[in-house]
């Protein structure tokens, strides 16, 4: 079982955005920026392109929703997109407010508080 679905049935934390019957939207707990968002699909596949055409096109879709939300929410230039999962084999997206270049880059973090993260999954998700 993957740490992602260890979040999605609750029996570890997270700061949560979003959730339909086949997605769920949280931050992530390491961010490159300040409201780096995971996007992740509720039945466990490892890979992005294992997934059907159309859980993959529902993926997007959702992600798109979300993306529009933290542009909303979190001042940006853009948000930026990625698909790595060489850390958790647990197709997820990752959405990143980007205001240069090294936001996208995976060697860089920053450090939020606690109450930091709240609020801010409160902010993106005020905006659905
Ligand atoms: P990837 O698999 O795409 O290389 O990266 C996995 C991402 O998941 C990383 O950005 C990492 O910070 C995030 N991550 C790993 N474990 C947890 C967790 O328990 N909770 C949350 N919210 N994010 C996590």
Avoid: W
């Amino acid at each position: 079982m993957s740490i992602f679905t260890k979040i999605i049935t609750g029996e570890i934390p997270s700061y949560k955005i979003a959730e339909n019957e086949n997605f769920i939207a949280f931050l992530d707990i390491n961010p490159n920026a300040k409201g780096h968002t995971l996007v992740v699909p509720k039945k466990e596949e490892n890979k992005l392109f294992d997934l059907s055409r159309d859980a993959y096109k529902d993926l997007m879709d959702f992600s798109y929703t979300v993306a529009k939300a933290l542009e909303k929410a979190v001042p940006c230039k853009r948000v930026g997109m990625s698909v790595i999962g060489l850390e958790v084999p647990h197709v997820h997206v990752h959405l990143i407010p980007l205001n240069k270049m090294a936001d996208i880059q995976f060697a860089k973090k920053v450090k939020l508080t606690n109450e930091e993260f709240v609020a801010l999954a409160q902010s993106i998700a005020a905006e659905f």
